[in-house]
């Protein structure tokens, strides 16, 4: 069964930048899509950023510019890169593939 690990999170100031790491098990990862979603207090969860198996990503609107998704298939793992982080980024974020999800990991953006 595929797992999925997030790791990467943390506190930042407005303007900085992490990069957030899911590790996958499993011999799948590599023709699976990934995504990136977030889920701030009091708010439903939302796509950040997806792509595909071959490597076609989509952004939310909002983060658009400023975040970067890719994938390394030989690690089995999938990054998302988050430049000029603003406040409203806040949230714990989550990986998933089909329908399995990761723990979550929380970033924080103070102003």
């Known amino acids: 069964q595929v797992q999925l690990v997030e790791s990467g999170g943390g506190l930042v100031q407005a303007g900085g930048s992490l990069r957030l790491s899911c590790a996958a098990s499993g011999s799948i990862f590599s023709i699976n899509a990934m995504g990136w979603y977030r889920q701030a207090p009091g708010k439903q969860r939302e796509l950040v950023a997806a792509?595909?198996?071959?490597?076609?990503?989509n952004y939310a609107d909002s983060v658009k510019g400023r975040f970067t998704i890719s994938r390394d298939n030989a690690k089995n793992t999938v990054y998302l890169q988050m430049n000029s982080l603003k406040p409203e980024d806040t949230a714990v974020y989550y990986c998933k593939t089909m329908t399995i999800w990761g723990q979550g990991t929380q970033v924080t953006v103070s102003a």
């Open positions: 792509i595909t198996g071959g490597g076609s990503t």
